[in-house]
């Protein structure tokens, strides 16, 4: 049937089963929008308050449901502001498909109104950009979009289109969407040469990454630790992939990782590295980081291979067909000696911090016994982002989203609204600083405007308090622009803007706070104060051997 190439889109994304779309309408979508509308009851659209945060919600979506998270914006100004989520989503590895429409055919590179070369801009940042200029390659375009985005490791893929290209009109036949076909290249003796490694240790260590997520492999692994008889240490990605209360989990590792797992882990005669990339704020050091241990690394993607760390044995393919394969050959192993040593180091350095006073770790504990760890955990980027990794317990997949490779302050509250749509059913809370609350806070605007019942907690020290933090330790208590205080009440910024607010200044205020807002199922903000000078630990400084690692015991000695 003939159809105009706006029709042709949604026809598409109908295909590829999208029901939700966010995004932000203007001049040259305006055809898409109109067709759009058409079909508003079978393609709900999320009018966001801004491009940035249409972005971060179909990242969020994309995260929480394995979908693939689909938002659209017009030409110019508007496809700019979907960059900062373009690269977010394009560092963490989520699939993600934004759509853009440009200027007519004839005024492409003439500077016209509003005309950018988005896919020039953003070729750094997605999987695959295009540019449609002919209506007839815009159904295969956009099937190729959805194909890349969530093929091998995900990504962002962008498909840019011209106006005319969206009013002319061609023949459109129905295709149902296809699974992308992924063939594994790692051989049997690949296999073998790991199994044998793992066969050999004495102290077997794993570290998993935002790959087993991805992949969903987390019963794979639940399988390999148990066969293998080793600790578990995760990144800020793998949150939810290994079970926060088993016993042989040791917290993440890194930079803010625990004193467990940073020492364990330098401590190990064979370390095990599942879709994660050995990222600075893993390693520390990398002349130094597990230095007395052969490496293992299991990746989809060739290019991490040897990439920050070399390795001794290494399986290029799906995460969960190459654990299927190794759990199949690897017999049981026991190393009482090693678990004792990894208890030793879990009882000897446990997280703590002041129960004295109201503090950001003590709202996350009791968000986690609230919601009974059964929420959805987004955050912004800093101190509060940190906490929210090390006292929440995560017990499942897909249940902690957060900017991880590129720290997106902002990337919270959209990623918080996009969860929350995808998962109707489930408690969805924002954990902010009170800076990065301030850069997308506007879309507490989108989330009373469809009720979706968000919770955004604002952790309000009154200053950056990451960067603080670093300049209290680094720069001579040189406070230069991270002090925030001023007459913004966020409280009444959460009500002007249609949503519920509580102020908690108190520890004994938190879970009223917390379980009213659950309880109401609408949108709401819990603003928590807490002292600008409280600090994130464990610690270690940026490029150190991470088995330097210290808190605030060693910092008074």
Not at 95 to 111: F, M, Q, R, S, W
Not at 515 to 521: L, M, Q, V
Request: aromatic share 8%; proline share 4%.
């Amino acid at each position: 049937m003939q159809l105009t190439g706006a029709e042709i889109v949604i026809e598409c994304l109908k295909e590829q089963g999208v029901d939700t779309v966010f995004g932000y309408p203007g001049g040259t979508i305006l055809n898409i929008y109109d067709a759009l509308y058409k079909h508003s009851d079978e393609i709900r659209h999320i009018l966001t308050s801004h491009e940035q945060g249409a972005a971060h919600a179909a990242d969020g979506y994309a995260r929480s449901t394995g979908r693939v998270g689909v938002c659209m914006a017009t030409s110019g100004p508007g496809a700019t502001n979907l960059v900062t989520g373009i690269a977010t989503a394009y560092m963490d590895s989520i699939p993600v498909v934004a759509i853009t429409a440009n200027v007519n055919l004839p005024a492409l590179g003439k500077d016209s109104f509003q005309e950018v070369d988005i896919a020039g801009v953003t070729m750094p940042i997605t999987k695959h950009g295009y540019i449609v200029k002919d209506v007839k390659e815009l159904a295969p375009t956009i099937r190729k979009a959805f194909k890349i985005a969530k093929s091998g490791r995900p990504g962002p893929v962008l498909v840019d289109i011209t106006k005319d290209v969206t009013a002319n009109t061609c023949e459109y036949v129905f295709e149902p969407a296809q699974e992308p076909e992924y063939k594994n290249s790692f051989t049997e003796a690949d296999i073998d040469k790991v199994v044998e490694l793992m066969e050999a240790a004495q102290k077997p260590y794993m570290y998993i990454g935002g790959g087993v997520i991805l992949s969903d492999a987390a019963r794979q692994v639940a399988l390999l630790a148990q066969k293998l008889d080793c600790p578990v240490c995760d990144t800020l990605m793998g949150k939810g992939a290994f079970d926060g209360y088993d016993e042989m989990y040791t917290g993440m590792i890194g930079m803010h990782g625990t004193k467990a797992s940073n020492l364990g882990v330098s401590e190990c005669d064979l370390l095990i590295a599942l879709g994660a990339r050995f990222s600075d704020r893993v390693i520390g050091n990398p002349n130094t980081f597990a230095s007395g241990a052969k490496i293992v690394h299991i990746d989809i993607d060739a290019a991490e291979i040897d990439k920050n760390i070399r390795t001794d044995a290494s399986v290029i393919g799906d995460l969960k067909d190459a654990l299927d394969a190794i759990n199949e050959k690897l017999t049981q192993k026991a190393h009482p000696e090693w678990r004792a040593r990894i208890k030793e180091l879990k009882e000897k350095y446990p997280l703590g911090y002041n129960q004295d006073v109201l503090t950001c770790p003590y709202v996350i504990e009791q968000i986690d016994k609230a919601t009974e760890g059964n929420a959805v955990i987004t955050t912004d980027v800093g101190q509060h982002q940190m906490w929210a990794a090390q006292y929440y317990h995560y017990t499942k997949p897909r249940t902690f989203l957060s900017s991880g490779g590129l720290g997106t302050m902002g990337y919270g509250l959209g990623a918080c609204i996009g969860a929350a749509v995808g998962n109707p059913d489930k408690t969805v809370i924002n954990i902010a600083g009170d800076g990065c609350f301030r850069m997308n806070m506007n879309e507490l605007a989108t989330a009373s405007r469809y009720n979706i019942p968000i919770i955004q907690v604002v952790i309000n020290n009154t200053v950056l308090g990451m960067v603080r933090q670093w300049q209290t330790l680094f720069y001579d208590h040189r406070y230069s622009q991270t002090i925030l205080q001023d007459k913004v009440d966020f409280c009444k910024v959460a009500e002007g803007l249609g949503c519920d607010a509580y102020r908690v200044t108190k520890k004994e205020e938190v879970m009223d706070a917390v379980k009213k807002a659950i309880e109401n199922r609408r949108p709401a903000l819990i603003e928590c104060v807490i002292d600008p000078d409280d600090k994130v630990f464990p610690m270690v400084p940026a490029g150190q051997p991470i088995d330097q690692v210290f808190d605030e015991k060693d910092l008074e000695k």
